[in-house]
């Protein structure tokens, strides 16, 4: 674990032993359920899949943290993916936005209820592997960052 990953643990340690001092175990587990809730209503589940050249997986965009965002990031396994080989794109749209489009000027704005499918690529599993996912939504809001990280195993793509 490298030393910034290791104070983000420690950190998130500490404000869970301070919700836990202040409010009471049964407030700890509570947030713990509603972060799992809310993870469950963005990421549509099984929605991970290998495909030809890359992974794609779709997000719900439920009404909890939508706007408009400057910068996306996507890792998988930890390894930062390059923003020209990441695509996120409507249903039925033809072409989507690369997150090497997004921008300040140009931001990606995600509105409520509008589901996206996003595309990465260069990033190579077969099914059944375990990955980890995390996109990061750089906002032009305080606060700054949004991010989800998907822990799933990898299906397979249903086609057109």
Excluded: C, K
């Excluded at 202040?22 to 495909?51: I, K, N």
């Excluded at 690369?98 to 099914?127: C, F, H, K, M």
């Amino acid at each position: 674990m490298t030393g910034s990953r290791l104070g983000e643990a420690v950190s998130l340690l500490r404000q869970g032993v301070e919700i836990e001092l202040r409010f009471g175990t049964h407030s700890l587990a509570a947030m713990a359920e509603l972060a799992e809730t809310v993870e469950a209503s963005v990421y549509v589940p099984r929605s991970l899949v290998a495909r030809p050249g890359g992974l794609a997986f779709s997000l719900a965009n439920p009404p909890l943290r939508v706007g408009a965002f400057r910068e996306v990031r996507v890792r998988v396994d930890g390894v930062p993916v390059p923003s020209p080989a990441v695509r996120i794109r409507w249903p039925g749209a033809r072409d989507g936005t690369r997150a090497s489009e997004v921008t300040a000027g140009a931001p990606l704005r995600l509105r409520a209820g509008d589901p996206t499918d996003w595309e990465v690529d260069g990033v190579e599993r077969r099914v059944g592997d375990p990955v980890v996912v995390r996109v990061e939504l750089v906002s032009l809001a305080i606060p700054p960052l949004v991010w989800l990280e998907l822990h799933e195993r990898v299906g397979t793509d249903p086609g057109p």
